[in-house]
């Protein structure tokens, strides 16, 4: 599959003005540089996603493209007339809602660049509000690592950029899962993360196999991800899994599973944990037993040490 690229011919995320004749231009009220555009996203996906349809393409009309040029320069300019012109432009078919979402994450490729935060949050919303609508182009972003240039050569895409499109697809919500898991399945760390973070953040039961199998990986990064992401599923098996990684042999995964087991107050894992202090106790693994009692402080509210008896006769039924 390619990315999702709607009516390449019509991409509106830069203007004319380059590094060497910019002018000031108004986006979302607040007077910036122009962004320089970045290259088109064309090529081949580094990440297959079979479970995200491209959007349809056709040829826009002269008058539909005269319309995207309007409506684009009153997004740039904070027009108040924008509003009601993104409705017109997102009623006008799935082809222009992939035009819309393209230029957009384009945009916000171009404001991260430039350090133009403002600009990037200003995307990020507009992608936000879009909902399903952008998700193929977000998934799309999620599983490249370098956009190509006009002249074959490719742009590096950085981890922030990446994490943008991962915090719009938590927004987007279950229409991203199927896509989500394509990405946190393709083994390239920097991606699988992005990937995992958005699942977690939306807690899907789809996922939750597929992050419990992350979380006993091999990639010490990937395994703390998917931990953390555990977080959202209150279920037997995510406990289980979040405990042990209490005893992970990487100290990162050990501080996930520690928060992530504190983050919601897991009262049924304290018995559990409690069992991994007097182990970690025993074998003299200290940023284990500091994890556990971390965890054990915030699920019971109790202020004890290392003590993994002194723990047993607070908890109910121990």
Not at 138 to 155: D, I, Q
Request: aromatic share 6%; with cysteine; hydrophobic share 45%.
């Amino acid at each position: 599959m390619r990315f999702p690229l709607a009516a390449a011919a019509v991409l509106l995320a830069g203007c004319s003005s380059g590094p060497e004749h910019r002018t000031p231009a108004s986006w979302g009220g607040i007077v910036e540089e122009t962004p320089e555009p970045p290259p088109p996203m064309t090529g081949l996906l580094s990440v297959p996603t079979p479970s995200v349809a491209p959007y349809p393409e056709r040829e826009f009309t002269g008058e539909e493209k005269a319309f995207f040029e309007r409506a684009w320069t009153a997004f740039k300019q904070g027009d108040r007339e924008w509003p009601e012109m993104r409705v017109q432009w997102l009623g006008m078919g799935p082809e222009a809602v992939g035009l819309l979402a393209e230029n957009m994450y384009r945009a916000l490729v171009a404001s991260r660049a430039r350090g133009a935060l403002h600009l990037v949050e200003a995307a990020k919303n507009e992608l936000r509000a879009m909902g399903e609508g952008a998700v193929p182009v977000l998934v799309g972003a999620l599983a490249v690592r370098a956009v190509r240039t006009a002249g074959g050569g490719e742009v590096a895409v950085g981890q922030e950029v990446l994490h943008d499109a991962a915090e719009v697809a938590s927004f987007a919500g279950p229409p991203a899962v199927p896509g989500l898991l394509d990405v946190a399945g393709c083994g390239e760390p920097s991606l699988v993360t992005e990937a995992v973070w958005a699942l977690g953040i939306i807690g899907d039961p789809r996922a939750e196999e597929a992050l419990g199998r992350l979380a006993a990986g091999e990639n010490p990064y990937i395994r703390a991800a998917a931990v953390l992401a555990l977080r959202h599923y209150d279920t037997e098996a995510s406990r289980a899994r979040m405990v042990a990684a209490l005893e992970d042999e990487d100290r990162l995964v050990v501080d996930r599973a520690a928060q992530a087991l504190a983050a919601d107050r897991r009262a049924a894992a304290a018995p559990a944990i409690v069992d991994v202090l007097e182990r970690a106790a025993r074998d003299g693994k200290v940023g284990t037993a500091k994890a556990c009692v971390f965890a054990l402080q915030a699920i019971t509210g109790e202020r004890i040490g290392p003590d993994a008896a002194a723990w047993r006769r607070v908890l109910p039924g121990k």
